[in-house]
């Protein structure tokens, strides 16, 4: 009994060593804590996130059992795009992402686009009215680093990854670039793991070549669903926007792949498993009046003024 | 041996004259003559063309290298210049001392120099050209001009040929002249000169440069090659002018630096802030990234004269330091950060957005330089469908054929890829701003949501209208949808 606790010691000991390398939290080998917040109602935080709350559920549950839970926060993660026309697919599934990051945050802190001027230039430049209104993102909170080398797009996007001050920061990056290789992304995954904040490498137009992201995402467009209007689906309409994740790289290396639907409403995503089902959000067919300061009073009794003799 | 040397210039429509060397003056040459003259007198004479924006260049740099005296440095017509050494003398022991130190240093340089000292612009001027290099005490104008030819007064040539037609030929002629008919006869420019360099009526010189508030400076006996040398005085620097910042309650919004090397080259590094700061470590933090993107100095023989100035200031509200470490929600650290990455990479390196009225998509939205605030307030989500990426110009797609003439495409090819058009929304319709100026028949666009086969969704627009006079329509695509 003595040799068997010396010897799963050991074994603890080695598989903490491992985790520590491998840059992962040790507990994924114990049993897992069913819930993040202690009996007595306290939460435990650590650089402004819940602690144990270190991964973002997809909502698709084939996705998040792959993914162990969801995509890691703390963490590289890449998004890869076949085609630069896949482009607009590619970056609203990551902003989706960061609108259900910031979400849950309890600072609204800005989010860095750190972009080679090629990317933007082929691609197109965020444009704050879209991303206002299909991801409630302000065009304040989206800040857009436009830098023309490489080398110097990736030394913005260290030293953002390594500030707390940002909720996400995403570096765009067409075609091959030697330059982000295994070395340079393990850089950004420290720091991105230091700081606790996720980091997103978005690829366009290239093959996936060895990076040091524990998950790769090869996202492409799906046909949107259709317009609920008036509980009833509008013939021919484009409803929100739909994407095709398929998982490249994880550490279950379980392959799995979903159709996901983002409804703006809720702020997250629906997995659609049948592709013929409609939109659950209402899209704007009519006026959505959101975010008004002031809305109009009811109607009082008096409708009229009297008129005066 | 050189040949004698002549510089022409055009002149009233003739090669003339500009400049000449020593030797050319003692062949009798001088200013004005006509170029095929000299030819002909000397043949083995060498003629150069002027070139007045080189001879700009020249002196703007020397000018940059006089601001080791003062700040206030304004060109003197196209040969020389003015310093405004008020309160500067003492720091280079004394004014007798500062104008043999310039002179000599003008002359290890290269320069033949001329130069004077005293109270007013205009008999510093007079001193220069036609004095000994020493001071003229305040109140020694007048004794100072006397025997001086009219030229030291700076008139206008027409003046001086009239003055000296009438046998007036020195200063002191008509220093005690009676006033109203010279200048009757001879303008009011004449004794507005005269009182100028006597110092009865004032005379502003405008700096070259802005005067920055605060300065620090190091004069260095050992010049300074290396990088790290100079920072180290950065930092030094900044901490004296940290403490001139807390006494006037400011905090510096720019800052400049100025490397004099040994060989008279100055060089200029300039880095802002977004936030008032005044700590020398962010300060040199910033210097650094400025450094680094300068990449080689270039320090050649050194830097002999480093100076630090704060350029513009602005109010500094000391902030409380928070008991709990952790996120600072003002955003400090990132207004830090993207300081650092404007130094380094340039202003327009990293922006924010924010929404202008417009219903041109293109002008809907606005460039701004990212200050770390936090947003002020949110305006209205917009309630059309709009592109999350927006192409930076709208680029023409083929369409061969739409299904009804105003309707969409049923296939567009764009970027040389054929797209059949699945379902599509639209049209929404968008008039050019005629209240903003531009032309008044420019065709509307009509903007369609469209779904190709794999699911991708374009914004593509119809430029005018079937039928219309304008010719046939054309067709853009203008942005990408999620």
């Known amino acids: 009994m003595a040799t068997n606790a010396v010897a799963h010691e050991a074994v603890c000991a080695l598989r903490r060593e491992i985790a520590r390398i491998e840059g992962r939290l040790p507990d994924q080998f114990e049993p897992p804590v069913a819930s993040t917040s202690t009996d007595d109602g306290l939460l435990l935080r650590h650089g402004g996130l819940p602690v144990g709350q270190h991964v973002l559920p997809t909502g698709a549950a084939r996705l998040d059992a792959a993914l162990q839970g969801g995509l890691p926060l703390a963490a590289l993660t890449e998004i890869h795009g076949r085609q630069t026309r896949d482009a607009g697919a590619v970056a609203g599934f990551t902003l989706a992402l960061c609108a259900a990051v910031l979400k849950t945050a309890p600072v609204k802190a800005p989010l860095l686009w750190v972009a080679t001027g090629e990317a933007l230039s082929e691609a197109g430049r965020p444009y704050a009215p879209g991303l206002l209104h299909r991801f409630g993102l302000t065009a304040e909170t989206v800040l857009i680093a436009d830098i023309r080398r490489l080398e110097d797009a990736l030394w913005v996007a260290e030293e953002a990854a390594a500030l707390t001050g940002f909720s996400a920061v995403i570096l765009e990056v067409r075609g091959r670039a030697k330059k982000l290789d295994l070395t340079a992304t393990r850089r950004l995954h420290r720091r991105a793991q230091a700081a606790a904040r996720p980091f997103f490498l978005l690829r366009q137009a290239g093959l996936p070549e060895p990076t040091a992201a524990p998950v790769r995402l090869i996202v492409s467009p799906a046909p949107a669903g259709e317009r609920r209007v008036l509980s009833r689906f509008l013939t021919g309409s484009i409803g929100p926007p739909a994407f095709l994740a398929e998982i490249g790289r994880s550490r279950s290396a379980i392959p799995a792949k979903a159709v996901l639907e983002w409804n703006r409403d809720e702020c997250a995503f629906h997995e659609r498993t049948d592709p013929a089902d409609g939109a659950q959000d209402t899209g704007a067919v009519a006026a959505v009046s959101g975010q008004r300061p002031h809305p109009a009073g009811a109607a009082g009794a008096q409708l009229a003024l009297r008129k005066i003799a | ?482």
């Open chain 2, 1 to 482: 041996m050189c040949p004698p040397l002549v510089i022409s210039h055009r002149d009233s429509n003739a090669q003339r004259v500009a400049a000449i060397c020593e030797q050319s003056a003692a062949l009798g040459l001088r200013r004005g003559l006509g170029i095929a003259d000299v030819r002909a007198m000397y043949p083995q004479v060498e003629i150069v063309e002027a070139e007045p924006d080189a001879d700009r260049r020249l002196l703007t740099s020397l000018a940059d290298w006089c601001d080791r005296y003062t700040p206030l440095v304004a060109f003197a017509g196209g040969d020389g210049l003015f310093l405004d050494i008020t309160g500067c003398a003492h720091l280079f022991g004394g004014e007798q001392t500062m104008l043999d130190d310039l002179g000599r240093r003008l002359a290890e340089q290269g320069f033949c120099a001329r130069v004077g000292l005293a109270s007013t612009p205009g008999m510093a001027w007079a001193a220069a050209r036609f004095l000994k290099p020493v001071p003229v005490a305040p109140g020694d104008e007048a004794e100072a001009l006397s025997p001086l030819p009219l030229a030291a007064l700076r008139l206008e040539p027409a003046v001086r040929t009239s003055l000296k037609s009438v046998g007036l030929r020195t200063v002191e002629a008509i220093l005690h002249a009676p006033r109203p008919p010279l200048a009757r006869r001879f303008g009011a420019g004449l004794l507005l000169r005269l009182d100028q360099a006597l110092g009865a009526v004032d005379e502003a010189v405008s700096p070259r440069l802005p005067v920055a508030p605060l300065s620090v400076e190091r004069h260095l006996a050992e010049p300074v090659v290396q990088t790290e040398e100079v920072e180290r005085l950065i930092f030094i620097m900044a901490g004296t002018l940290q403490e001139d910042l807390v006494r006037r309650g400011e905090g510096a919004r720019s800052l400049q630096l100025s490397l004099f090397r040994v060989d008279g080259v100055v060089k200029r590094l300039a880095v802002g802030a977004s936030r008032p700061l005044r700590e020398p470590a962010l300060v040199l933090k910033l210097f650094r990234e400025r450094l680094t993107a300068l990449g080689e100095m270039e320090a050649g023989c050194g830097f002999e004269l480093i100076r630090l100035s704060v350029m513009a200031a602005a109010r500094f509200d000391p902030e409380q330091a928070d008991l709990v470490a952790g996120d600072r929600p003002d955003g400090a650290d990132l207004a830090l950060f993207a300081d650092r990455i404007r130094a380094r990479l340039g202003n327009e390196a990293i922006l924010a957005s924010t929404l202008v009225e417009s219903h041109l998509p293109e002008r809907a939205v606005a460039r701004v330089p990212f200050t770390g605030q936090p947003a002020s307030a949110s305006p209205d989500a917009p309630v059309r469908e709009r592109p999350i990426r927006l192409l930076p110009h709208p680029e023409p797609v083929d369409v061969a054929m739409a299904e009804v003439p105003e309707g969409p495409p049923r296939n567009f090819r764009w970027r040389r890829v054929l797209y059949r058009v699945i379902r599509a929304e639209g049209p929404e319709r968008i008039a050019p701003e005629w209240w903003l100026g531009g032309e008044d028949d420019e065709p509307t666009r009509d903007y369609f949501r469209v779904e190709d086969e794999d699911g991708r969704r374009f914004w593509i627009y119809r430029h005018g209208l079937y039928g219309a006079p304008t010719g046939t329509p054309r067709w853009f695509l203008h942005g990408l949808f999620a």
